[in-house]
């Protein structure tokens, strides 16, 4: 649960890292960037090891609008989200088959790889059926090749030079949603990605 906890902050500390470094407080930001470095990379590891664990809850159960809007007012601070439009479309009442803290490392990895490569928008977007439950995060961004898209999920892969990211954020939410029994899609929009989970409701 910690390590669920800290992952979006430490995005939040590297923007307040670069406004220390404009101040001119380079040496305090310099200690702050190794100390949130190595929290990130303990992070990451205790992610990956957690999710190789057996076993989940089949009981588990929580609210998407209130992990999305969470999840959505962290990332708006960061350098990536201050950029940004950000929409939702989750029913206040809509409750997915997941630990809530599952998927808010679900969707923090999400909305943020969103909010990296978006040129104006971020949306998330909720639905249910009678068998399941489907959470989509979309963005204006390039999108990825066909041909990258299997890459993308395998751990330390990165398919550009774009900084912050250790490349396991994809593969963490591949491994999540396969431990509740359901499926991650991608497929490229006009313009952009869009990312979907879907969640089986055991009834």
Known sequence: DLAHGLKTPLQVLSADIRALRKKGETDLAE????STGAIRRHVERELA???LAPGVS????????????GVVTVVKRTPSGKQLSFTMGVAEDLMAPI??????????????NAARYAKSSVRVDASATAG????????DGPGIPDADRE?????????DSKGGSS???LAIVSDIVEAYGGRL??????PGLVVSISLPRHI
């Open 58 to 69: 089949g009981k588990a159960s929580c609210g998407v609008s209130d992990v999305a809007a």
């Open 132 to 139: 399941e439950v489907v959470v989509t995060v979309a963005d």
């Open 185 to 190: 899609a991608m497929a490229n929009a006009d």
């Open 151 to 159: 890459s993308a999920l395998s751990r330390g892969v990165q398919l």
């Open 167 to 169: 490349g396991l954020g």
């Open 99 to 112: 630990d809530e803290g599952d998927l808010s490392e679900i969707l923090g990895n999400l909305v943020e």
């Open 31 to 34: 200690e702050i960037e190794k």
């Open 49 to 51: 090891r957690a999710r």
